[in-house]
């Protein structure tokens, strides 16, 4: 008896989109069913217009998606009449559409949208030949056209666009009056109005501030996201958009608007009360009185980040407690922070919602900091600790112990932690002090040999922890009161970069996660293809894997990844110096899904076989391929996802 088409696209809906890309070639009944809709209402489409064709378009179409991506969108006749057979196909069931730094004509831009009745979201970043004629929707009929499917667009996106102007501005917002969402990132928007126009005339220039602020006065009551990240809008600026009567931002972004001082954010929190957002990042010129500021007048903020404020003073952290609805603080580089203050800030009742930490860089941040934080925080979800060279492996065992909901972890360039962090064993407990350990301080000191001296020696990477038998670990890490990293049965995503003290041993027994998904162990120069082999096999989930500069990895050790994790998405293997083409050979043999494959500095690979990988994978997007043995220069290659 044969299923019924409804019953596998049901069982289809257990399996992630690799799983079932891979279920959809076992017969034609199993394909149909996989274009049911119900599977595709989170995927994303991407298309390479300038080498698709039409022909699976109509296939495409059944399935509904709502988000399309489009790049390399040359003006050509192929790329046109390829954007036609999208809008036919794909138009009317899409709400979210990017045609992101492609070089759009205005007719073929007129053309796909008049087919995107229902689109919410739109992304015309970096589309800078769209906009450089200045002819977009100059024509009323072309703007007739397209008002109807326009209407409903809620999110629009026009950031780095050099050329949008005043009148170019103005033709969008007339076509898309209900936009709530706007970013004009890295837009030139023009302070100060061209003395030659009136207040009335609009420039076909540039972008002025003054016809944005007639722009937000008029959309007040819809506009509630602004992005004008990297514009210069300055103290002044900004106090004139903060105070548009009726407008309430619930989120705004600045970053690297470096020309707001403390006094343009306090005017700013004291207008806009209804921020839940607010990202002040880059920002070096903003410290203390811009987060007390924040503090006092933004009752209902849940997301603040303020990363980069090197000025920021330790005591101001501790008013972060009055931010009772924070679910994520961005603190990264801000040197002086990590005190006893921050503890006092983030790890009191109020901050019962956070989920998302980040202190990287804070290189006040020290053990006791961490534990006194995740004592405090068990809901967190993401923490990201890189660069703060006084965590060691105190803080791993806190976290092991203490966050059981944690998503992901960043301890890159924590250069203190051991094995025994990652283990949960304490490396000072008497069974681990050897003879040896008690003498060493001393066997190097007053001689009269420098080739005998510690500081003349070769480096060694022979970690303490090779000392200890393997029965003696798991004993100890098997004992009841003994946590390691494992106990983070929800993480998804760990970064261990530059942590060269850890080896093949907590690799093969602590890096063993039911969900993880991405791993960066680049710079771990200890370890060895026994390394690639337990995590292929203790992590199911896995999709990317970063393994650069670890010297001692071979072929062999990458044969037994991808044998295992043939779902694998991204590789890095640059500066892996016993990489040769065999291991790529494999790669085009087992693993159908790669997307990214980074092999720069591996001088035992060709050009020639990489070529010949591009043409067995389908999948693969780019190949990053610096330094290789055919050549002295980067070169990137880039191939669309056959869908």
């Not at 991506?69 to 899409?94: F, K, M, R, T, Y």
């Not at 060279?389 to 301890?411: E, M, Q, T, Y």
């Amino acid at each position: 008896m044969e299923l019924p088409t409804e019953l596998i696209s049901y069982i289809l809906r257990f399996l992630t989109s690799a799983e079932r890309h891979e279920a959809s070639l076992v017969c034609k009944k199993w394909y149909y069913a996989s274009l049911d809709p119900a599977l595709h209402q989170s995927s994303v489409i991407t298309l390479r217009a300038s080498s698709s064709s039409g022909e699976k378009f109509n296939h495409l179409g059944q399935r509904k998606s709502p988000s399309l991506v489009v790049s390399h969108i040359d003006g050509s006749a192929n790329c046109s009449q390829v954007l036609e057979e999208i809008g036919h196909h794909l138009g009317p069931h899409l709400t979210n559409l990017s045609l992101r730094g492609s070089d759009v004509t205005e007719t073929v831009f007129v053309g796909i949208m008049g087919h995107c009745s229902g689109l919410q979201k739109l992304d015309l970043s970096c589309c800078n030949s769209l906009f450089m004629s200045g002819n977009l929707l100059q024509k009323e009929k072309e703007r007739e056209k397209v008002r109807k499917p326009l209407d409903n667009v809620k999110s629009l996106n026009l950031a780095t666009n050099r050329y949008l102007s005043d009148v170019l501005f103005d033709r969008l917002a007339d076509v898309m009056p209900n936009v709530a969402r706007l970013s004009l990132a890295s837009c030139n928007i023009v302070h100060q109005s061209d003395a030659y126009l009136s207040t009335q005339q609009k420039s076909a220039s540039f972008m002025s501030l003054s016809n944005f602020l007639m722009y937000l006065q008029a959309h007040a009551d819809k506009i509630v996201t602004l992005d004008l990240s990297c514009t210069g809008i300055g103290s002044e600026a900004l106090t004139l958009i903060s105070h548009v009567k009726g407008l309430a931002l619930e989120e705004l972004t600045l970053k690297k608007c470096s020309g707001i001082s403390n006094e343009g954010v306090a005017r700013l929190v004291k207008k806009q009360t209804s921020l839940k957002s607010l990202d002040l990042s880059g920002i070096a010129s903003l410290h203390s009185p811009s987060l007390i500021a924040i503090a006092n007048h933004l009752p209902h903020l849940e997301h603040l980040n303020a990363s980069e404020w090197s000025q920021l003073e330790p005591q101001a952290s501790e008013y972060l407690s009055s931010l009772s609805h924070l679910k994520s603080v961005n603190l990264s580089n801000c040197y002086h922070i990590g005190q006893h203050y921050l503890s006092k800030g983030l790890g009191s009742s109020n901050s019962a919602n956070l989920i998302s930490l980040s202190l990287g860089g804070c290189g006040s941040v020290r053990d006791d900091v961490v534990l006194s934080l995740v004592k405090s925080l068990p809901q967190l979800e993401q923490l990201d600790l890189n660069s703060c060279f006084g965590v060691g492996d105190s803080s791993v065992h806190a976290i092991s112990r203490f966050l059981p909901n944690l998503k992901k972890l960043r301890l890159a360039w924590c250069k203190k932690i051991t094995d025994f962090g990652i283990l949960g064993l304490d490396q000072n407990a008497p069974v681990f002090i050897t003879d040896n350990e008690t003498t060493k301080h001393y066997s190097d000191r007053f001689t009269k040999s420098h080739s005998n001296m510690g500081f003349f020696k070769l480096p060694s990477f022979n970690e303490k922890i090779h000392d200890i038998p393997e029965k003696e670990i798991l004993k100890l890490m098997d004992a009841p009161d003994q946590v390691n990293l494992t106990a983070l049965t929800k993480l998804e995503s760990l970064d261990l970069m530059a942590c060269n003290h850890l080896t093949d041993v907590c690799i093969s027994h602590a890096i063993h996660f039911p969900k993880l998904r991405s791993l960066n162990l680049s710079l771990c120069s200890n370890i060895t293809d026994q390394s690639l082999a337990a995590v292929a096999t203790n992590n199911p989930k896995l999709v990317e894997l970063l393994i650069g500069q670890c010297h001692q990895v071979s072929d062999a050790g990458l044969k037994i990844l991808v044998e295992r994790r043939k779902g694998l998405q991204s590789l890095d293997v640059c500066g892996c110096g016993k990489v040769t083409d065999a291991a790529l050979l494999e790669l085009g043999r087992h693993t159908k899904h790669l997307k990214h494959l980074n092999i720069s500095q591996c001088g035992s690979v060709t050009m020639a076989m990489a070529e010949k990988l591009q043409q067995q994978v389908p999948s693969l997007r780019s190949i990053q391929m610096a330094h290789i043995s055919s050549g002295g220069s980067a070169f990137y290659h880039y191939q669309p996802i056959n869908i």
